[in-house]
């Protein structure tokens, strides 16, 4: 992969330059680097012309963030942009939208809106290409350029450390890079959906929305179309053992039942197939531990289906706590449930589904480790089967976890819970964070496993910030994303950008619910995670 050389006096930059060289891109010397990337928010001191020499040789220069407007209007760097800054706009959020070159630059960029300020151009020349645009003031202006006659290329935006720490920034840097050099993407990922229905049908819709990403084959045990607006040249499959063989298949997404995932995701891989898993991963860090071999074997990509990792109500408790809105963390609680008959699916069986703290406790453990990351000392658990007779999994279970810093979390989930809890809550050694119980469950209602349990997660009740002298500040909710994991799984596929969400994490997750369940197993006694 390319490599930048990042040239910056701005403090936030350095977590910018800590992303780009986790995805391979940095750090290198100037002399080495296949680009230049300059975020300076004062004069280049004379050195203007340095940089042009380096462009000259081939070199791509991308002058970021303040850069543009800290240049002196006669300098020769302004004028091989192709070029006339303007104004500098006031802060606010910025809506984005692909230029007419932006082509795959643009591809799977969402819906980042970063609050920063840009510059606007007063007059461009005919041969620059305009990569990425804004909206403003009835108009599209350019943000993003590339010029290759004279090897630079600007983005204006990006003088803030929120908008230089956002991964999707990060993204476009990286895109801007490729762009520059002419690297394109590899072809689109053919996919093979193999799982219930239920499953199948959630990330056939997924696929068909990600640019990357082509349907190829499903089977999941029905007749029914498995997405809305047809197949679109997917083929139906009956064997599973097939659409695994497929040689038009690359990528196979299981999304069985929990007992099978390791089995079928250990086949896929031997077929040398690209694997996703569906949460929980699998059973046992053995099962973990030999999927991730399988896969480094052979160069192959594993990841982890976690689409609770980009919930709004836990995107915006994250930010504030790692923040430092709360101080130290020394409480964490999340709650799941209500006085709910479970339906008697596979999810409520235990031998098939693993019990209740891996079928439904994958996503409040995965949020836990993600805030305290201090290795985890012990685990306790309890279970407890009072009234839902018809099925195997536990009416009301209970994980604790404590960590190496003294830090403690809980995780309760219950069938049983006829007066809900806040679905978050947050002790800190300066403030709280709890949410608010919006409204409560009307009496017993149907479920079925997990899948209902998301819908009852779907509208979180708002967040409240509380310090110790009583004020109370509501957390602002990120806008949805939906296909977040499919559009990192096409970048990873297609562009080579690292995974934010690593298997390694959901091999830490399966430790802890591996040790939670032997612990409810002998009594709640503490185990450490393997």
């Known amino acids: 992969m390319p490599r930048i050389h990042l040239v910056s006096n701005l403090p936030g930059a350095s977590v910018l330059g800590d992303h780009l060289r986790g995805a391979g891109l940095g750090p290198t010397s100037a002399r080495s680097a296949d680009a230049l990337l300059v975020l300076i928010d004062r004069p280049l001191d004379g050195v203007e012309q340095d940089v042009l020499d380096r462009a000259r040789q081939s070199v791509p220069v991308l002058l970021a963030g303040p850069t543009l407007r800290s240049l002196p209007p006669d300098s020769p760097l302004v004028e091989a942009l192709g070029l006339l800054p303007g104004r500098v706009t006031p802060v606010h959020e910025l809506r984005l939208i692909p230029g007419p070159d932006g082509g795959e630059f643009t591809a799977r960029i ?19 290409q305009q990569l990425l645009m804004v909206r403003h003031e009835l108009a599209d202006h350019p943000v993003c350029t590339w010029r290759p006659s004279t090897g630079l290329g600007m983005f204006t935006v990006g003088s803030s450390d929120r908008t230089l720490a956002d991964p999707a920034y990060h993204r476009l840097i990286g895109r801007w890079l490729r762009h520059a050099l002419g690297v394109l993407d590899a072809p689109p990922v053919r996919v093979g959906l193999l799982g219930t229905a239920d499953s199948a049908a959630i990330h056939h819709l997924a696929v068909e929305a990600t640019e990357g990403l082509e349907m190829a084959a499903v089977c999941d045990g029905g007749s029914r179309p498995p997405a809305r607006g047809g197949d679109r040249g997917a083929r139906r499959i009956a064997n599973p053992a097939e659409l695994v063989g497929d040689t038009d298949v690359g990528l196979v997404i299981v999304a069985t039942p929990t007992h099978t995932h390791a089995e079928w995701a250990m086949r896929a891989l031997e077929a040398g197939k690209h694997v996703v898993v569906e949460e929980p991963f699998c059973l046992s860090t053995q099962e973990a531990d030999d999927l991730i071999s399988a896969a480094a074997e052979r160069g192959l990509v594993l990841a982890v289906h976690a689409d609770q990792h980009d919930d ?28 709910a008959r479970p339906a008697g699916t596979w999810h409520d069986d235990t031998r098939v589904s693993g019990g209740v703290i891996y079928d439904r406790g994958f996503a409040h453990l995965d949020w836990v480790l993600d805030l305290l990351t201090e290795p985890v000392e012990w685990v306790s658990a309890t279970t407890h089967k009072r009234v839902w007779h018809h099925v195997s999994n536990a009416d009301h279970t209970r994980v604790l976890l404590h960590f190496a810093d003294g830090a403690e979390a809980q995780v309760t989930i219950s069938d049983l819970a006829a007066v809900a809890l806040p679905r978050f809550h947050v002790v800190g050694s300066t403030a709280s964070i709890i949410s608010e119980v919006t409204a409560e469950p009307a009496g017993p209602s149907a479920r079925s496993g997990r899948h209902s349990e998301r819908a009852l997660d779907a509208f979180p009740g708002p967040l409240n910030l509380v310090t110790g002298d009583g004020s109370r ?5 990120p806008p949805p994303a939906p296909s977040v994991f499919h559009s990192e799984l096409a970048d990873r596929l297609v562009s080579g950008w690292p995974m934010p969400y690593l298997v390694e994490t959901a091999r830490r997750v399966v430790a802890v619910m591996e040790a939670a ?4 197993a002998v009594g709640a006694a503490p185990i450490p995670p393997a």
Do not use: C, H, M, N
Not at 110 to 128: H, L, M, T, Y
Not at 312 to 339: H, I, K, M, N
Not at 517 to 520: D, L, N, P, Q
């Open 517 to 520: 369940t032997r612990s409810a």
């Open 473 to 477: 500040t509501r957390l602002a909710f």
């Open 110 to 128: 969402g819906a980042f809106r970063p609050v920063d300020q840009w510059v606007v151009s007063d007059k461009i020349a005919d041969d620059v």
């Open 312 to 339: 709004p109500g836990y995107r915006a408790l994250r930010a504030a706590v790692r923040s430092g809105a709360v101080g130290d963390v020394l409480w964490l609680e999340t709650f799941q449930g209500a006085f």
